[in-house]
């Protein structure tokens, strides 16, 4: 008889599971509002399609994933821009500022290898290893092939940073330029292969982090004499 309430904790326990992982897949549900605009790879999954709540789960994940990686291009980018400015070097060091750039830098690759891991181990977004690695191949989808390429040129500026000294400072200055076409593929990207762009905040969420990257990109063409630029990112005395 001291055993009997064994099946009642082993029930507990199956509910308890049950709904943690139900309370998962309702989080991720609503992360999907915001994650849909990066899910690059996944392209159009309908994931009212399947019941497993694994592959609901890998497939949020990996979408939440790819958002995180195009909102820290947008900070890296941006960073980047202010350090080369003088904007905020008047009260944060030159170190600082380059540490936190590449500190964005890298966790923007890594949300982006997280990203794209989630959509090849998930079957229902059709995604091969030679897909995610080459673009434009035959079944390739228009997204995926820029995302590729915006993805491959974002790898490439980061190994760079290894090679300066071998490649000259102004040769290695004018190839981190690249990070401009890439932030464009993986905006235009996220145009294509987003299935929620249409929703008021994700729109909104995209202007606004393209007219930051579009103003501070003027403000750093500017020439050093200009007088914008000199009230705005005086040059170190």
Request: with cysteine.
């Amino acid at each position: 008889m001291a055993a009997t309430p064994a099946p009642t904790s082993t029930s507990t326990r199956r509910r308890t599971a049950v709904r943690r992982t139900a309370a998962f897949v309702a989080l991720g549900d609503g992360l999907a509002i915001f994650a849909t605009p990066g899910n690059a790879f996944a392209g159009t999954m309908s994931v009212a399609a399947t019941s497993d709540p694994g592959l609901v789960a890998l497939h949020r994940t990996a979408a939440f994933a790819g958002f995180l990686a195009y909102g820290l291009m947008v900070g890296t980018v941006c960073w980047g821009i202010l350090t080369t400015t003088h904007l905020a070097r008047r009260s944060i060091r030159r170190q600082t500022l380059y540490g936190g750039h590449m500190t964005m830098a890298i966790m923007t690759l890594s949300f982006i290898v997280v990203h794209i891991a989630g959509n090849l181990f998930n079957p229902m977004s059709a995604l091969g290893p030679l897909n995610a690695l080459i673009p434009f191949l035959p079944g390739s989808s228009l997204g995926v092939s820029i995302g590729v390429v915006g993805a491959e040129l974002a790898v490439a500026i980061a190994i760079s940073v290894w090679f300066q000294q071998q490649l000259g400072y102004r040769t290695w200055h004018m190839f981190h330029w690249l990070a401009y076409p890439s932030y464009c593929l993986s905006l235009a990207h996220t145009i294509v292969s987003g299935s929620d762009v249409h929703l008021q905040l994700v729109v909104i969420a995209l202007v606004a982090s393209f007219l930051a990257v579009v103003a501070l990109f003027v403000l750093r063409a500017l020439p050093s004499t200009s007088l914008v630029r000199n009230r705005l990112a005086p040059a170190e005395s």
